[in-house]
């Protein structure tokens, strides 16, 4: 839950501006069953600028694919953006913009917290690489451009806070995260 900051962080980028062209393809998906079944929930601090806003998230990921559900502080639903392993489909409020992308959303989640040889596979075709050089951060690199990084307050990604930051379209998410284990 906690990598699913980088999707709302996103949604402000998105909202905000349109980035310059990217070096490289950095919305790439890992199949959803790379994380077996859980769900999660989230509280995020999003900055964007001058701009910051707060949203809850809701992570479901099952034999179904991933989902991800963000509403705002009241309660009122934003987006719903689901992966089934081949197609992304996304159902937003007229509150969001329109360049919000659904698969930059789902590829922020997976690069906060999928596991590490997965998104390291995942990125790496598309000319992108993905470190841990130290306990507690995770880097997404094109040469020696840094995209993206993220840390970790605990070893559980799945469970705690985070602190995201996409350099790239200028955003940063701290995201508290709790998962539900299923039944």
């Given amino acids: 839950m906690r990598r699913l900051a980088p999707l709302f962080m ?21 199949p959803p069953g790379a994380v077996g079944p859980r769900s999660a929930s989230q509280v ?3 900055v964007y600028g001058a701009r910051a806003m707060t949203l809850r ?9 991933l989902k991800v559900v963000g509403v705002t502080a ?12 081949a197609a992304i489909t996304a159902d937003k409020s007229a509150f969001v913009p329109e360049k919000l992308e659904p698969a930059r959303v789902l590829a922020d989640v997976q690069l906060a917290l999928w596991p590490l040889a997965d998104v390291q596979t995942l990125f790496r075709g598309r000319g992108l690489e993905v470190t841990e050089p130290f ?28 602190w995201f930051v996409n350099f790239e379209f200028d955003y ?10 299923p039944n």
């Avoid at 909202?15 to 790439?28: E, G, I, N, Y």
């Avoid at 998230?57 to 694919?65: K, M, N, P, R, V």
């Avoid at 690199?141 to 995209?147: C, E, K, R, S, V």
Wanted: glycine share 8%.
């Fill in 135 to 162: 306990a507690g951060v995770r880097r997404l690199t094109h040469g020696d451009q840094l995209i993206a990084e993220v840390h970790y307050a605990s070893a559980d990604p799945w469970n705690g806070r985070l």
């Fill in 74 to 85: 009241t309660g009122q639903r934003l987006f719903t953006v689901s992966y089934d392993g």
């Fill in 57 to 65: 998230t809701a992570l479901q990921i099952d034999s179904a694919g």
């Fill in 44 to 46: 995020i601090h999003a």
């Fill in 172 to 181: 940063s998410l701290t995201i508290d995260t709790s998962t539900t284990a």
């Fill in 10 to 30: 996103v949604f402000l980028a998105a909202c905000a501006h349109t980035p310059a062209p990217q070096p490289a393809d950095s919305t790439a998906l890992a």
